[in-house]
């Protein structure tokens, strides 16, 4: 029987990416989601807290997202997982950011690639995988107990922008319609930048996926 899940956010980078350090209260084993910079700080939260980084998650391949990728990976040992389908945009995330002005560390190779339906676990706590492609092609969201974390798929009041090489407007609509909106009302929601949301809320007021769109 697990204790519940322990949810940090770091808003990280020059573009403000909400990192998240996610823990099993029973056991201290954490998952990182999208360290986007900041290798240290982050390595701090989670030396602070005790924990022991098994886990690095990308919600997809956005330079902006993938910064810390080699600080904390270095530093802990941990499993780097993304969607297959963003292993380019990881590969050349520097190339992406220098477009923009902006430098970023390199990222490691993946050791896993995670895929729609796909569950492991955090200590004890259980993940599940949901491919939501439109933002980027492999662009993938995260539940565990009553918590979805959904990288740029998702955000308070809007959507990932669709209009980056690889984008799919179409497609990002129907993926948070028939698979995030089919989530409890109360689920909540943790962007990779703003401020949380729920399911309940985006699905009434959201102008662009909700119910008046």
Same mark, same amino acid.
């Given at each position: 029987?697990?204790?519940? =899940?322990?949810?940090?956010?770091?808003?990280?980078?020059?573009?403000?990416? %909400?990192?998240?350090?996610?823990?099993?209260?029973?056991?201290? $084993?954490?998952?990182?989601?999208?360290?986007?910079?900041?290798?240290?700080?982050?390595?701090?939260?989670?030396?602070?807290?005790?924990?022991?980084?098994? #886990?690095?998650? %990308?919600?997809?391949?956005? &330079?902006?997202?993938?910064?810390?990728? #080699?600080?904390?990976? $270095?530093?802990?040992?941990?499993?780097?997982?993304?969607?297959?389908?963003?292993?380019?945009? =990881?590969?050349?995330?520097?190339?992406?950011?220098?477009?923009?002005?902006?430098?970023?560390?390199?990222?490691?190779? /993946?050791?896993? +690639?995670? %895929?729609?339906?796909?569950?492991?676990?955090?200590?004890? #706590?259980? +993940?599940?995988?949901?491919?939501?492609?439109?933002?980027? /092609?492999?662009?993938?969201?995260?539940?565990?107990?009553?918590?979805? +974390?959904?990288?740029?798929?998702? &955000?308070?009041?809007?959507?990932?922008?669709?209009?980056?090489?690889?984008?799919?407007? !179409?497609? =990002?609509?129907?993926?948070?319609? $028939?698979? =995030?909106?089919?989530?409890?009302?109360?689920?909540?929601?943790?962007?990779?930048?703003?401020?949380?949301?729920?399911?309940?809320?985006?699905? #009434?007021? %959201?102008? +662009?996926?909700? !119910?008046?769109?």
């Amino acid at each position: 029987m697990t204790e519940g =899940l322990l949810v940090h956010q770091l808003s990280v980078g020059p573009l403000q990416v %909400n990192c998240f350090v996610v823990a099993c209260q029973k056991n201290r $084993e954490a998952m990182v989601i999208d360290p986007g910079e900041e290798g240290p700080r982050i390595l701090h939260l989670a030396e602070s807290n005790g924990y022991k980084i098994r #886990q690095v998650v %990308n919600t997809h391949g956005h &330079f902006d997202h993938i910064g810390a990728n #080699q600080a904390v990976k $270095e530093a802990t040992g941990a499993v780097l997982m993304i969607h297959e389908a963003d292993l380019p945009l =990881l590969k050349h995330a520097r190339s992406s950011a220098q477009a923009y002005g902006l430098t970023v560390s390199p990222s490691p190779d /993946p050791d896993k +690639f995670l %895929n729609e339906g796909d569950v492991f676990l955090v200590g004890e #706590q259980s +993940f599940s995988i949901f491919h939501v492609p439109g933002h980027s /092609p492999g662009s993938i969201c995260l539940l565990s107990d009553g918590h979805l +974390f959904v990288g740029d798929v998702l &955000f308070a009041g809007s959507i990932g922008r669709t209009d980056l090489p690889g984008g799919d407007f !179409d497609a =990002l609509v129907e993926g948070v319609r $028939e698979k =995030l909106f089919r989530l409890p009302a109360d689920t909540i929601v943790h962007p990779g930048h703003g401020p949380d949301t729920t399911i309940g809320r985006e699905k #009434q007021m %959201n102008p +662009f996926v909700g !119910d008046g769109a």
